[in-house]
Every structure is written in C-alpha cells, then in structure tokens.
C-alpha cells in the first residue's frame, strides 16, 4: 500500500540551531501533505497545509516564519524548525492522501531541543 | 475543533471484543466516520472508514447508527499489540485536500 515516510526519525538539536524534517510520499505524488504536531500524552494537533507549488496553509496560532514548509515536488515536503528552542520539542508527524484511499501517516520525528 | 466525543480511556480482556463508542451528534450528510489508532510513539494508523452502513474488515468492525450520530469500533478478539489511542474522526469523503482534524481519542488498554 501508499507509504509516507519521514526522515529522521529522532533529532537532537542545541538551542537556537534550525532543523529541517522530511516527508515523502514513496508511491504516490501527493500535492497536499499536512504536519502535525504532537505533545507527550496529548492528541495530534494540525500544524499546516502543504501545498505542492505554492505557499503552505498554517493554522491559527502557528508561527509561519518560525515552521517554514517548502514543497518543491510531488513527493517531499519538508519542515524546517528555525531557531528551535527547548519549548519546540515535540513529536512532528506528517500526512497525505493519495488519489480515493484513506490518509496515511509517516512514522513521526521527535525533536529533542537542549 | 473536532467533531467528535470519545471517552478517555479504556480497558478491556486480552481475547475479548473491544467495544470503542464515538459520538458524533453534529456529522452532516456528507462525512463519513473514520477511525484510526496511534501506537506509542508512531504515526496514526488507518483501520476503517464508513458513511451509514456498517462496515467490516481484517482489524475491525464499524456500527454507526441509524441517526449516523454515534459509531462503535469493535475489535474482536483485541490482543495485547491493540493497546493504542484510538481517534474517531468525520471528514468529507476521501478528498485529498481535506484535512483531518484529531480529537483527544481513547486510549485502550488490553489486559492480559
């Protein structure tokens, strides 16, 4: 079946360094992707709209220039954390839908920010 | 906001069915009820989809009422790997560009 695959799977960053999260579609071109982001012991809570070819939909209260999503093809979507700071660590899960079948899910990162 | 109402938590017999209820009083004509599941520290794992008819496959069974506004996720013979959170969600069909907004789910605990 579609898979969603995200890379890497954990990180480690120092304080006020960005990192960059990758999401592919390995078997489909997904022209919409969508990040979640995920606190321990609590549900996945929609981050942003990735969209194939022009600029990413947020959601409110969500930092666009802070999560900068660029999805430069029908494949990859990637997160970049900017300045990351203790606070954003997190567990960061995207999504997409291939063509009339139900949404799949990468394996998640967990970000660790020290 | 989500659309649906689960209760937190909840326990049931490894062997036995697992009874998952979903309300979803407000769903329109035109949303299906979908179910996933979240094992610890993975992405949500789809298990199964339905409008107004009930619906079975390999992992579950699907009850959605005739009024469509509750569901129930039964696993039938649960085992200890269905420990998970389970999210009830309704969205609009299988529209790409519709994005799936997540309640608080159920977390199931199987017990040996």
């Known amino acids: 079946g579609a898979v969603v695959s995200q890379h890497p799977s954990w990180v480690i960053c120092k304080s006020g360094t960005s990192v960059k999260i990758e999401c592919r579609s390995l078997?489909?071109?997904?022209?919409?992707m969508f990040w979640y982001r995920q606190f321990p012991k609590q549900s996945l809570m929609l981050m942003a709209t990735?969209?194939?070819?022009?600029?990413?939909?947020?959601e409110q209260g969500v930092e666009k220039d802070k999560f900068l999503i660029n999805h430069a093809s029908l494949t990859l979507s990637t997160l970049t954390v900017t300045s990351a700071h203790p606070e954003d660590s997190s567990f960061y899960i995207c999504s997409a839908l291939p063509p009339l079948t139900e949404a799949f899910f990468g394996q998640g990162t967990r970000l660790t920010v020290v | 906001d989500a659309k649906t109402t689960q209760p937190t938590s909840m326990d049931c017999a490894e062997g036995r069915a697992a009874n998952l209820p979903c309300n979803h009083s407000t769903i329109s004509g035109n949303e299906y009820v979908y179910w996933y599941r979240q094992i610890h520290s993975q992405g949500p794992q789809y298990i199964i989809h339905g409008l107004k008819n009930n619906e079975t496959n390999e992992m579950a069974s699907l009850i959605i009422t005739e009024d469509r506004k509750s569901s129930t996720l039964i696993l039938p013979h649960a085992t200890l790997r269905d420990t998970a959170v389970y999210y009830c969600i309704v969205r609009v069909g299988m529209n790409r560009d519709d994005k799936i907004i997540f309640g608080k789910g159920t977390r199931l605990h199987i017990l040996p």
């Open positions: 990735s969209n194939e070819g022009s600029k990413a939909t947020y």
């Open positions: 078997d489909f071109q997904a022209t919409t």
